[in-house]
């Protein structure tokens, strides 16, 4: 069980690590490290040293192995990030399909280079590799979400829609 | 989500979807073929009844898997029923299935699709196998990004768990199988298969030393399969049989020797209709290349890579003369890997092209083994010097000498996936990297 005392995850947040570490064998609740750390990230936008300590409290790991975790994979941000994450495969198949016109377009448009905010703190822009979209390339996620078959208004449609 | 972005989203999943033969990619007369009700109305789950009700002991399914021939669609090829055999089933240990969902080799993409379009196929595989091998819990391990696919699973394990399909006492048989989805978060080497199982126990995933393999200390230790989820999804077509059950020879037969049945071939790059088609193992090159629309912009094909970046690169000749089977492929100097066709037309810059691979496997390397952690460094440095206009004469023995020493000395098979791009490309294209180097050297001059 999870003390829900002294947290600053949401019951829903709480919830959703119990879910994960139901999935494992009651003596492996590290399996459940990952998900936690991910939906720790989702609720407040990036871990910071705090908040990796206090999913390893939840998930009862010592805090060296949810540190470990969190530099090991791309996908968690140890710094604070835009609301939108963007990131653009330019791996071999988006590459042959003209990634460099939108990898242009979203640098000119937002006015900001890999791995950098905008001001307003909208947006966040990085190359990714292969995000097994291949078909639909170039391609790029935004969040959660592929948009795939990009060109330049495509692009344009989906900013405009991002609040 | 908005509804316009759901909507948006269904259509999408339909996109690269080109042919189907039915087995892992669904029948293309259904609408929303990732639901029970369609999946069943085409058969689904009828070889799991089958198999429950006790018609065929595992060992007859074993036996149809390596009749049927097989092989696994992950990328390294091993016969499916084979590696099945390996698990000892009745030994009272608790043992793991685990699904290989983390698709991460540049220019595949159908186990999206698998799982997008047809989860239940999945499930049923991993069901069977868990009944096969006596393992009662299954992990589909997904990589991160895939939060589209991943919501899919999770809505079909739900379906499956309501109708009794998974769970305890699965239809009355006694049989208990409980399936969790494990998402990831980003790092290709998680689909190295031990890496994978590091990574489901909460840790690094960093590749383990083998021996010993996962049929004897996998997942917390215990025997464990990893299968590809293609691997897994062919699974149900091939004991259905058409209708002849357990008859692995109708799977067999729709394939070419040592390649059985169909297979996804994922073709993009410079092709007019790119997506993933589902097609008979030894097709003709130029058949799928046909299909699939053709090198755009009614240019001339020039290479191709035929089983995802990790596979030798082969020039036009080679593959126009070469059909989509491990023998062929092989035969003519590359290999069917996961079966990603990346086709380049006559414009393409080929030291481009490697300098991209190599940043690749450099950026992936986990850094174990000294020879692969410096070596893609070295590599991807190297290529990029050369392709930057400021290569030496001295470069490329130096690149050949650096991808031999890596090739074979490494824990995992990243290292050799590394190498092999590199000795390829400059086997069939070394005059591209010395034009670079030469008009280097004569920038310098003036
Ligand atoms: C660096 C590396 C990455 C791999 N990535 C994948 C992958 O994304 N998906 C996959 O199924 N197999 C991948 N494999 C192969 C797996 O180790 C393993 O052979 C496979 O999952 C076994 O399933 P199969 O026998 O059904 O093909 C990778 C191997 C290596 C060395
Ligand atoms: S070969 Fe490379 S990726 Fe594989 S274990 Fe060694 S360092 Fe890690
Ligand atoms: S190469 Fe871009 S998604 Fe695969």
């Known amino acids: 069980m999870i003390d829900r005392a002294e947290t600053t995850l949401s019951e829903d947040a709480l919830a959703g690590i119990q879910g994960e570490l139901d999935k494992y064998p009651p003596d492996r609740r590290q399996s459940a490290l990952m998900a936690a750390l991910r939906i720790a990230q989702d609720e407040h936008g990036w871990l910071s040293s705090e908040l990796i300590e206090h999913v390893a409290d939840i998930v009862r790991v010592p805090a060296v192995r949810a540190y470990e975790v969190a530099t090991f994979y791309s996908m968690y941000d140890l710094d604070p990030v835009g609301r939108h994450k963007i990131e653009v495969c330019t791996n071999i198949s988006c590459m042959l399909r003209g990634c460099d016109r939108v990898v242009d377009h979203l640098k000119k448009r937002l006015g900001i280079g890999f791995n950098q905010t905008t001001a307003d703190g909208k947006f966040t822009l990085r190359e990714v590799e292969c995000l097994a979209a291949c078909a639909g390339a170039p391609m790029m996620l935004v969040g959660h979400d592929y948009y795939e078959d990009l060109d330049e208004d495509k692009i344009d449609r989906i900013l405009e829609g991002l609040e | ?446």
């Open chain 2, 1 to 446: 989500m908005t509804a316009q972005r759901h909507k948006d989203l269904i259509a999408g999943r339909f996109s690269s979807l080109k042919v189907s033969h039915g087995v892992c990619l669904p029948d293309s007369s259904l609408e929303q073929p990732w639901t029970l009700e369609s999946y069943r109305s085409v058969g689904g789950y009828r070889a799991l009844e089958q198999v429950l009700e006790g018609k065929v002991d595992p060992a007859g399914i074993i036996d149809t898997l390596k009749i049927s021939n097989i092989r696994g669609r992950g990328g390294a090829g091993f016969p499916v029923g084979v590696k099945w055999s390996f698990m000892p089933r009745q030994s009272d240990v608790q043992k793991y299935v685990v699904c290989n969902s983390d698709e991460g080799e540049p220019g595949t993409c159908k186990d999206r699709d698998i799982m997008r379009l047809n989860p239940h196929a999945l499930i049923e595989g991993m069901a069977i196998g868990g009944y096969v091998m006596g393992a009662t819990v299954g992990y589909n391990y997904i990589r991160g990004e895939f939060h589209e696919p991943y919501d899919v699973m999770e809505e079909a394990i739900r379906e499956a768990r309501e109708a009794g399909l998974l769970g305890r006492n699965i239809l009355g048989s006694g049989f208990d199988f409980e399936l969790h989805n494990h998402l990831g978060a980003g790092a290709y080497i998680c689909g190295e298969e031990t890496a994978l199982l590091n990574s489901l126990e909460g840790k690094k995933g960093e590749p383990r030393f083998k021996p010993p393999f996962p049929a004897a200390f996998g997942l917390y230790g215990k025997p464990t399969t990893i299968n590809n989820t293609e691997s897994f999804a062919s699974v149900p077509a091939i004991i259905r049989g058409d209708g002849n059950w357990m008859d692995g020879q109708w799977f067999r037969g729709l394939g070419v020797e040592n390649s059985g049945g169909v297979k996804i071939f994922s073709v993009t790059g410079h092709v007019d209709r790119p997506g993933n088609y589902e097609v008979r193992m030894g097709m003709p090159f130029r058949e799928l290349l046909e299909m699939a629309g053709g090198v755009w912009k009614g240019r001339r094909l020039k290479a191709v890579i035929p089983g995802g970046s990790s596979v030798p690169v082969m020039p036009a000749e080679n593959i126009l003369a070469a059909n989509m089977d491990y023998s062929s492929l092989q035969e003519h100097g590359s290999a069917l890997g996961a079966g990603s066709v990346i086709v380049m037309d006559e414009t393409t810059d080929m030291v481009e092209v490697l300098e991209r691979i190599a940043k690749f496997y450099y950026e992936e390397s986990c850094g174990q083994c000294t020879p692969c952690r410096e070596g893609t460094g070295w590599l991807y440095r190297i290529i990029r010097r050369i392709n930057d206009g400021r290569g030496t004469p001295g470069d490329l023995d130096t690149l050949l000498d650096v991808a031999n020493r890596i090739e074979g000395r490494t824990i995992c098979a990243l290292g050799d996936a590394a190498a092999w791009p590199v000795q390829s490309f400059l086997k069939h294209f070394r005059g591209e990297f010395e034009d670079k180097i030469n008009r280097a050297a004569h920038s310098d001059v003036a």
